[in-house]
């Protein structure tokens, strides 16, 4: 069954001030502001207020459009969105839409084993609406509104329908976000929110919208329930209708909204209290200049310069923060090493405790210190794993993890652990001298509980190794 995927991204922008005023944004703020406290007139939409144009959120607009391959417009033009929801005080949105900013980009994902560009159709700067509080959920009993976040600066990033599975589109939003941190636009550590809607549809069948699904795991979570549900509908002879769903993460499910409306039921007029958008050539050669190198680059030179293979450098490229704490690591120790433990267990031990590694609190130099230690042989890869994990817990050096838990390697007289572990596993011994290769991951393991995970497990396995070499010969 063909499944066509598109995604609309809004992207809460990391300025100062809102998009069309000069209220601070809630969204770089510290702590969460009492409702409805970030508010004037222009964001209430008063009789006689006037928006401006927020010059940051322009020029970070044009930095991801160049980032995104698009072809910036020489003009682009504010519009009023019409509609009459409560999360809009002036009853329209002031976004774009005759002329956008930008067109006609794309990004380069990899999924399943191979790579895939998706098309960006266009990049459009627009306000964020306030934010709606369901009380008793959808359905409920009455629906709160709160201000504050009505007129954060917002990109919205419109793909092709190219995706065709919820893994791609997974592949597809970590990389946006990826692109969008190293442009240093969207900090997924901070307040700022970055909100997907979904349009779906199966063998060429109408379109279904599920809107305001946050983060990449979420997205592939919703898609596979919605997929589900229109093929149930299908194999019972209903015919999928067109409508805008929303993604209740809670239930995991998706839920009706409304009918979908068309782009003509919003009444689209031009903003006549702004004026165009016209970017000089100086503007942008500058905003090119000021562009970083990004993931794919990156990624080609670590695998380039660091002899890394092609998904190590993806792994540590995915993440701004890993890919700098690697290069720091790579410059003390040996990259190969550097590289399979940052993009290997520390990575996966971030991921379990629902981390980036800047939320985490660690730092570069405990990361390098730890490593450089384990390729010293002053601690086993065993403890150095369990020295990552307290250090995560703890946020403490591995000088004092390492003393702390007495992960630190002792003088171990392995030939006599090893001896002692044989003759309790004479079983074990015997299918492994019978050809059961196995039967030695067993052993290893034995004299790893023995050692207390002290002894290094490459040298535990030459130990027995040499240990039956020398029983072999002293037979008769």
Same mark, same amino acid.
């Given at each position: 069954m063909k499944i066509r995927i598109g995604l609309e991204t809004h992207v809460q922008l990391n300025t100062e001030s809102k998009m069309f005023c000069g209220c601070r944004n809630p969204a770089t703020l510290p702590e969460e502001p009492e409702p409805n406290t970030l508010v004037c007139e222009t964001c209430l939409g008063m009789p006689g207020s006037k928006p401006r144009t927020n010059r940051e959120a322009f020029r970070k607009g044009l930095k991801t459009a160049i980032a995104l391959n698009c072809s910036? #417009? =020489?003009?682009? !033009?504010?519009? %009023? &969105?019409?509609?009459?929801? @409560?999360?809009?005080?002036?009853?329209? #949105?002031?976004? #774009?839409?005759? &002329? *956008? !900013?930008?067109?006609? $980009?794309?990004?380069?994902?990899?999924? $399943? $084993? /191979? %790579? &895939? =560009?998706? /098309?960006i159709r266009r990049i459009q700067i627009e306000e964020d609406p306030a934010r709606t509080v369901h009380v008793g959920g959808v359905g409920g009993s009455h629906v709160l509104v709160d201000y504050n976040r009505s007129g954060i600066p917002l990109i919205e990033i419109v793909t092709e329908p190219d995706l065709s599975s *919820?893994?791609?589109? =997974?592949s597809y939003l970590s990389k946006l976000m990826s692109i969008l941190e190293y442009l240093g636009v969207y900090d997924s550590s901070s307040k700022a929110v970055m909100k997907s809607d979904a349009n779906i549809s199966l063998e060429g069948g109408r379109r279904v919208e599920v809107k305001n699904i946050t983060g990449a795991k979420d997205i592939e979570e919703a898609l596979n329930y919605e997929i589900l549900r229109q093929k149930s509908s299908i194999s019972r002879g209903r015919e999928i209708e067109q409508s805008t769903r929303m993604w209740n993460p809670e239930l995991g499910v998706t839920q009706e909204l409304r009918s979908k409306e068309s782009e003509?039921?919003? $009444?689209?007029? !031009?903003? @006549?209290? +702004?004026?165009? +958008?016209r970017p000089g050539q100086l503007l942008l050669s500058g905003l090119k200049s000021e562009i970083p190198e990004l993931p794919d680059s990156k990624r080609e030179r670590f695998i380039r310069e660091y002899s890394l293979s092609p998904a190590m450098a993806e792994s540590l490229v995915s993440e701004l923060d890993i890919a700098e704490l690697f290069e720091h690591a790579a410059k003390r120790i040996s990259p190969r090493v550097a590289g399979s433990w940052i993009a290997g267990y520390l990575k996966k031990s971030l991921n379990w405790n629902n981390l980036t590694f800047r939320e985490s609190g660690l730092k570069r130099e405990w990361i390098t210190s730890l490593l450089s230690m384990f390729e010293r042989g002053e601690i086993t890869d065993r403890n150095a794993e369990i020295a990552i994990r307290k250090m995560i817990e703890e946020r403490k050096p591995p000088e004092d993890i390492i003393k702390r838990h007495g992960l630190g390697r002792e003088r171990i007289d392995l030939s006599s652990v090893v001896g002692k572990v044989l003759k309790k596993n004479q079983k074990a011994l015997t299918d492994y001298l019978s050809g059961e290769e196995k039967a030695i991951h067993f052993l290893v393991g034995q004299v790893m509980k023995e050692t207390k995970g002290k002894a290094d497990a490459g040298e535990v396995r030459k130990a027995i190794e040499e240990a039956i070499r020398r029983r072999k010969n002293e037979s008769p």
């Open positions: 910036v #417009q =020489r003009e682009s !033009l504010f519009s %009023r &969105k019409t509609y009459f929801y @409560p999360d809009m005080a002036k009853n329209f #949105q002031i976004t #774009q839409y005759e &002329k *956008p !900013l930008a067109v006609s $980009g794309f990004v380069e994902i990899e999924s $399943g $084993g /191979r %790579r &895939k =560009r998706v /098309r *919820p893994a791609e589109a =997974r003509e039921d919003y $009444g689209y007029i !031009l903003e @006549p209290d +702004l004026t165009p +958008l």
